[in-house]
Each structure stands twice: as C-alpha cells, then as structure tokens.
C-alpha cells in the first residue's frame, strides 16, 4: 500500500538569503506535522536548511549533523524538543530500533530525519516530506514540501 504524497509547496532558493522565508513556510506546514523527512543528495543542504529552521523556532545551541550519534536532541526558546536524525551512515534499520527510533517518533516531539531512505520500514504513517535539490549549475536549490 503506497502512501498518498501531495506536493503542497515548491520554493526556489537562489542563495543562503533565502532560507529564512523557506524555513518559515516549512514552520507553518509542520504545525500539524511534527516528523519531517528530508530528502537530497549529498551536498544539497539539508543540514543547512535545518539549522535555519532550528534557528528560528529559538534553538540556542548549536544545530549540527548527527552523523556519527545518529541523533541530536535541541530545545526551542518555548522549552519543546526536537530530535534531529541523521541515517546516512547506518547500515542496517536495527541501529535506528536500537536507539530508541520508535519512542521519538511516538513522542509527539518534533523529529527532523536526514536520510530517511536508510529506514523505510520505520517511518510513520504520515509525515512532511522535504526534498532538496541543487540545480546542475549548483548555485539554485529546489526545496519542495509535501504531505504524506
């Protein structure tokens, strides 16, 4: 059974200046949806777009990948949790089950998962997807947002 995906918003970001605004658009739309996946290829911004978007939901500390600790737990100016996943490096879903994957997604907290494609059979049922893609000259980056 497939997920019904409808692509709600397409944002065109031509450099860092605009990050603000697309991280805005994503704050709203992740009002009813508190686990976003993000989708790109390396290099595409991910982490970047996170930080920003951290950033403007009053996280003070310093947002970076997980990679090596698979996850990362911010906490915004209103004293709420984000979880923030980085899958890349995982080899097997098993080591997102054995740090406790489920629980956060159950948590209600908000859960920003990088490389989701290395866990298919854990994601919830309903969630945002974002997808980041640089555009073959690099400089342009297409964001779009979808609900699933």
Same mark, same amino acid.
């Given at each position: 059974?497939?997920?019904?995906?409808?692509?709600?918003?397409?944002?065109?970001?031509?450099?860092?200046?605009?990050?603000?605004?697309?991280?805005?658009?994503?704050?709203?739309?992740?009002?009813?949806?508190?686990?976003?996946?993000?989708?790109?290829?390396?290099?595409?911004?991910?982490?970047?777009?996170?930080?920003?978007?951290?950033?403007?939901?009053?996280?003070?500390? =310093?947002?970076?990948?997980?990679?090596?600790? #698979? *996850?990362?737990?911010?906490?915004?100016? @209103? /004293?709420?949790?984000?979880?923030?996943?980085?899958?890349?490096?995982?080899?097997?879903?098993?080591?997102?089950?054995?740090?406790?994957?489920?629980?956060?997604?159950?948590?209600?907290?908000?859960?920003?998962?990088?490389?989701?494609?290395?866990?298919? =059979?854990?994601?919830?049922?309903?969630?945002? #997807? *974002?997808?980041?893609?640089?555009?073959? @000259? /690099?400089?342009?980056?297409?964001?779009?947002?979808?609900?699933?």
């Amino acid at each position: 059974m497939h997920n019904r995906v409808e692509e709600r918003i397409r944002i065109e970001m031509s450099s860092l200046a605009d990050l603000p605004a697309a991280a805005s658009v994503l704050i709203k739309e992740a009002e009813q949806e508190p686990v976003i996946l993000f989708e790109g290829p390396m290099g595409a911004g991910k982490t970047t777009f996170i930080k920003e978007f951290c950033h403007q939901l009053g996280v003070k500390e =310093n947002v970076s990948s997980p990679t090596f600790a #698979l *996850v990362n737990e911010y906490e915004t100016s @209103e /004293g709420k949790l984000i979880y923030h996943f980085d899958f890349y490096r995982i080899n097997e879903e098993r080591e997102a089950l054995e740090i406790g994957i489920l629980e956060y997604l159950a948590s209600g907290s908000m859960c920003l998962i990088e490389w989701p494609s290395m866990i298919p =059979n854990l994601l919830p049922e309903h969630y945002l #997807l *974002v997808k980041l893609q640089p555009s073959d @000259e /690099g400089e342009v980056r297409t964001m779009t947002i979808n609900r699933v």
